[in-house]
Nanobody, 123 residues
């Protein structure tokens, strides 16, 4: 079994910063990619940022230049540094990981999700 535990959400004023963390634990052979998604009320869940095992990253257009995703492979942890936050960034942020659980089937990956952490940007 694999668990993703998120932390770092909260209330911040426009222009402020927050750092989200997500640690994966359990039956993990390797992690192909980790990322952050968000879902605002009445909207669909959307990709915010993703980082793959080789270190390549991609971001939603709306957060480019403001958010930075990074990963500590030794700790199976991904971070999302969010700067210059806007009210439109308000959402529940979910961590996602694509994990290989068995060395005998390295081509098989499973999607795991964290429980979500609320980020509210408001004055």
């Amino acid at each position: 079994q694999v668990q993703l535990v998120e932390s770092g959400g909260g209330l911040v004023q426009p222009g402020g910063s927050l750092r989200l963390s997500c640690a994966a634990s359990g039956s993990i052979f390797s992690i192909n990619a980790m990322g952050w998604y968000r879902q605002a009320p009445g909207k669909e869940r959307e990709l915010v940022a993703r980082i793959i095992s080789g270190g390549s990253t991609n971001y939603a257009e709306s957060v480019k230049g403001r958010f930075t995703i990074s990963r500590d492979n030794a700790k199976n942890t991904v971070y999302l540094q969010m700067n210059s936050l806007k009210p439109d960034d308000t959402a529940v942020y979910y961590c996602n990981a694509k994990i290989v659980v068995s060395p005998t089937t390295p081509w098989v990956t499973y999607d795991y999700w964290g429980q979500g952490t609320q980020v509210t940007v408001s004055s």
